[in-house]
């Protein structure tokens, strides 16, 4: 188990980040026209929906970690899985405020429930975060493990179960009122930048998760040793 | 003994010392009808009778999460989950059985609660039926293998609807939709894919939630 502060692959996973955000923010603001109905307030686009896609590459990692953990039985899977999720939380939380400003700019709403990405990301939340609750309250061990895990894999079928479930309940109770059309004919420049805002973004995600998951091994490891000299 | 052998002779565990206690249906029936009842004087004059069916999900989603709670508390009481673990049987088999149980109690306590749904509100047609039966379904297999992770948690019964609850919001979608839709056959379908997916994945990782 690797315990070095060093980390040079976040060093340069943070860097990569912050170069590739950089230029995202420069290009969203510079470069790409205004959008021919939402104007201006349009480019927050190039934040809300990289960061919704993150979310769902973390909580992905998140089921993928958890599945070698249950097949492989190795103990350093659940640590990464865990880390995962935290991230996925972190990121689902700012898809849930970036799509709210952006239904106050364009609706004059904090929120509609006749927004799928957001409706399905509060659905996420609250089940991500009762991970928390069964990861807090559990005992640390292997059982502990493989609950866990089970659950990151649940999270990934209840994404696609719970958006045909939004699509169905919009059909009945909620009428669109609202709609968005920004994945029409989205112009070359418009997709140079949102390239560049995803992959900055994922690079965030990427340095966060091994800074994150250090940290945690640390924290692992001193507890271990203390149990050891106690 | 064969896997159905095994299934059938825990089920018939869970169902007879039910039937000896006494301890979770009366409750979950009396539960679901004191619900009822607060739902009528909760629904303003005039909120028409969609609110009402809309309620009644409601209703038998926290009398499913009340017989959950219970699901797992004499294995837990007595320590008997190592025990069955311990047995030569599939560990899924627990699985099966104590979904089976749990459904079993269910349906006892909504056939008591849609006659009474129809006598206090409004009539409950066929589809309403299918979209109950299918729902409980998913219900059971999903909620049994909550109960299980929560029964293994310090917090319990607490954290058993913090788990439950985003899980089976599709549910309720899909129980609402077939009993207020004018093409129930859509939402009865989604119940059903509902219940497929959750069932194969609850049924192929319960052994890990029980296992170390």
């Not at chain 1, 004919?185 to 995803?198: H, P, Y």
């Not at chain 2, 509100?121 to 999903?142: I, R, S, T």
Request: with cysteine; glycine share 8%; hydrophobic share 60%.
């Amino acid at each position: 188990m690797s315990t070095s502060l060093r980390n040079n692959g976040a060093v340069v996973l943070a860097a990569g980040a912050a170069a590739l955000l950089l230029a995202g923010l420069a290009l969203a603001f510079y470069w790409v026209p205004n959008a021919p109905v939402e104007g201006f307030r349009q480019r927050i686009f190039y934040v809300h929906v990289p960061v919704a896609l993150t979310a769902y590459a973390c909580f992905g990692w998140a089921a993928w970690k958890g599945l070698r953990l249950l097949s492989t039985r190795d103990r350093r899977y659940d640590l990464e899985s865990y880390t995962a999720v935290h991230m996925g939380v972190i990121f689902g939380a700012l898809t849930l405020v970036t799509g709210s400003i952006w239904a106050r700019t364009s609706w004059g709403v904090w929120w509609s429930w006749s927004e799928r990405q957001l409706v399905l990301f509060l659905i996420l939340f609250l089940f991500y975060s009762a991970y928390f609750m069964l990861r807090y309250s559990t005992d640390p061990g292997p059982r502990r493990a493989n609950m866990s895990a089970v659950y990151a894999l649940f999270g990934v079928v209840l994404i696609p179960v719970s958006f045909l479930a939004i699509r169905l309940a919009e059909g009945l109770i909620h009428p669109v009122v609202f709609d968005r059309n920004v994945d029409e004919n989205l112009a070359a420049s418009q997709l140079v930048t949102f390239g560049v805002c995803l992959a900055g973004t994922l690079a965030l995600a990427g340095a966060l998760y091994v800074n994150e998951l250090t940290g945690k091994r640390l924290d692992e490891r001193l507890r271990e040793l203390r149990e050891a000299l106690a | 003994m064969t896997y159905l052998g095994d299934v059938a002779a825990l089920a018939r565990k869970d169902l007879l010392l039910e039937l000896r206690s006494r301890d979770t249906v009366p409750a979950m029936v009396l539960f679901v009808v004191a619900a009822l009842v607060v739902f009528n004087f909760s629904l303003p004059a005039g909120s028409g009778t969609l609110a009402a069916y809309g309620l009644l999900w409601v209703a038998i989603v926290f009398t499913a999460l009340l017989g959950l709670m219970r699901a797992f508390l004499a294995e837990r009481e007595q320590r008997i989950l190592d025990g069955l673990v311990l047995t030569p049987a599939d560990r899924s088999a627990i699985w099966a059985a104590k979904g089976l149980a749990v459904l079993a109690f269910l349906l006892l306590a909504e056939l008591v609660a849609l006659p009474a749904f129809a006598l206090f509100f409004e009539p409950v047609g066929a589809e309403l039926v299918a979209g109950v039966l299918l729902a409980d379904l998913g219900l059971a297999a999903v909620g049994t293998l909550l109960a299980a992770m929560a029964a293994a948690s310090r917090a319990r019964e607490l954290l058993l609807p913090l788990l439950f609850l985003p899980l089976v919001i599709p549910v309720v979608v899909g129980g609402v939709g077939a009993s207020v839709a004018a093409d129930p056959a859509r939402y009865l379908g989604f119940l059903g894919l509902y219940d497929l997916v959750f069932a194969i994945l609850s049924w192929a990782s319960f052994e890990y939630v029980v296992t170390e």
